[in-house]
C-alpha cells in the first residue's frame, strides 16, 4: 500500500517513547506524576454542565446541527462585548470550532494553496505548523527568545519572507512559552499584516489565565485587526469543556466565511446539546472563571516556588495553564532530562524540543495536577537525587 506523503510529518515521536516507558514504571509499581499533557483536571461549572443534561435529554436535539444555532452566535458576541469590549456582528463575524485544535488543523486549507508560506513562532503549539503543513505549506520559523520576552521580533523577518508570506500564527498568553504580549505589540503586529498582506490568526485560549497583572486582552480590541485577521477563543481550558471540543472564529467577515464554508463541506456542526453548554458558560455566572484562575495561580506558585527551593530554579509563569522552566545544568538536551525526571523522580514533563528546535533546552510543565500531587512531585524529584 502506499500512503499520502503529508502523513509522513506524523511520525512516532518522543511522545511515544514516553508513554512507553511511563506505562512500564506504573506497572511496576511506581507513582507516575503526569504533567505532560495539558488535559485539565478542573470540572465545568454545575449550571454547564445542568444546561448540557438538560439538552441531552431532548430527543429532538439528536439531529445533525448543520450549523451553528443563531443563540450560540448572539451569546458569543455578548460574550466578547462584556469581556473585552468588542463588538461582534454575530451573523458574520463568528463561527464555532469543533474545538481550536480543529480549527488550527483545518484553517490553512480555506486560507493557502500548496507552497504558499506560512510564518509561524518557534517554539509554538505544534498544530500551528501541523495545520500549514498539511496544506501543503513551506513554514518560517519566527524565533521566541526569552531575552525578547518571547515576543515576535518582526525586525527579524527578512523583507523577502515577508513578502511571500500568506498568513502568519500568532498567540499570547503563549504556550509553551507563557510569555504575554503588551499593547504595543499587537499594534506592531497589525502594521506588519497590512504592509506585507498577511492574514493574522491570533489564538487566544489563555486570556483568561493570566495571574500577576490586568486581565488579558483580546487581539480584536487593536485597531485595525479586524482588517487582517480573525482570533480564536476556547471554552476548553477557562470554562473546563475541554472534551467537549469547543471554539470560535471570531473577526474578518471574509475569512470567517472561508472557514464557515470548508466546515460545511466537513462535518455537521457541533452536537447542539454542546452547543446549548457553550451558551450556558459564556452567558452564565462568570465566578467560575475566577476560581479557575486561582487554582492555577495557587498551582504555579507551589510548583516554581517549591522546585526553586530543592535546587531547580523555576521563574513564576505569568499566564496559561503551564510553566516554561530551563533545564537543570548538567543534561545535554531537553530530552535526556525529561527520561531522568521520569524514570529517577516519577514524574512526566514535555521536553521543549517538541515545540521546535528553540525549545531545546527547555520543559513545559502542564499544572493538570492537584496542589497534593504537585507538592509530591517535588518530594519524589528531591529524594531522586538528580537535581545536584
Known amino acids: 500500500m502506499q500512503f499520502s506523503k503529508r502523513m509522513n510529518h506524523f511520525g512516532e515521536n518522543i511522545f511515544t517513547t514516553l508513554l512507553s516507558m511511563k ?4 506497572t511496576s509499581g511506581t507513582k507516575v506524576i503526569d504533567l505532560s499533557i495539558g ?7 454545575q449550571h454547564v454542565i445542568d444546561a448540557l443534561v438538560e439538552a441531552a435529554k431532548d430527543p429532538d436535539n439528536y439531529i445533525y446541527a448543520i450549523k451553528d444555532l443563531e443563540e450560540l452566535h448572539e451569546a458569543v458576541a455578548a460574550w466578547y462585548q462584556r469581556r473585552y469590549q468588542v463588538k461582534i456582528d454575530p451573523a458574520q463575524e463568528v463561527v464555532s470550532l469543533l474545538g ?12 493557502i494553496d500548496e507552497g504558499d508560506l506560512v510564518l509561524v513562532p518557534d517554539p509554538c503549539y505544534p498544530v500551528f505548523g501541523d495545520g500549514p503543513l498539511i496544506a501543503g505549506a513551506d513554514l518560517y520559523p519566527m524565533k521566541l527568545r526569552k531575552e525578547n520576552q518571547y515576543l515576535i521580533d518582526f525586525d527579524e523577518i527578512p523583507e523577502e519572507i515577508a513578502r511571500k508570506a ?8 503563549n504556550n509553551p512559552t507563557t510569555a504575554t504580549a503588551p499593547p504595543e505589540f499587537y499594534d506592531r503586529l497589525i ?3 497590512k504592509k506585507y498582506d498577511i492574514i493574522v490568526l491570533h489564538d487566544n485560549a489563555y486570556s483568561e489565565l493570566v495571574f500577576d497583572t490586568e486581565p488579558g486582552r483580546s487581539f480584536l480590541e487593536y485597531p485595525g485587526a479586524r482588517e487582517v485577521g480573525v482570533e480564536f477563543n476556547s471554552l476548553s481550558k477557562t470554562y473546563g469543556l475541554a472534551g467537549a471540543r469547543i471554539g470560535f472564529c471570531i473577526g474578518n467577515a471574509q475569512i470567517v466565511a472561508q472557514v464557515a464554508k470548508l466546515k460545511s463541506n466537513m462535518d455537521y456542526g457541533m452536537f447542539l446539546p454542546i452547543q446549548k453548554a457553550a451558551i450556558a458558560a459564556i452567558t452564565g455566572d462568570q465566578s467560575c472563571v475566577e476560581k479557575t484562575r486561582e487554582a492555577y495561580r495557587r498551582r504555579r506558585d507551589v510548583f516554581c516556588d517549591g522546585f526553586t527551593e530543592i535546587g531547580w530554579k523555576i521563574d513564576r509563569c505569568p499566564a496559561t495553564m503551564f510553566v516554561w522552566a530551563k533545564i537543570p545544568d548538567g543534561f545535554a538536551s531537553s530530552e535526556e532530562f525529561v527520561k531522568t525526571l521520569l524514570v529517577k523522580g516519577g514524574v512526566l514533563v514535555t521536553p521543549g524540543s517538541a515545540f521546535g528546535k528553540s525549545g531545546e533546552g527547555y520543559v513545559r510543565i502542564a499544572l493538570v495536577k492537584d496542589e497534593e500531587d504537585i507538592r509530591l512531585a517535588i518530594r519524589q524529584v528531591k529524594e531522586s537525587g538528580i537535581l545536584k
Do not use: D, K, T, W
Open 100 to 111: 481550536s485544535q480543529e480549527g488550527l488543523a483545518h484553517f490553512a486549507l480555506s486560507m
Open 166 to 173: 500568506r498568513f502568519m500564527v500568532v498567540s499570547y498568553p
Open 191 to 193: 502594521a506588519f499584516a
Open 23 to 26: 506505562q512500564e514504571l506504573e
Open 39 to 45: 488535559a485539565p483536571n478542573i470540572p465545568p461549572a
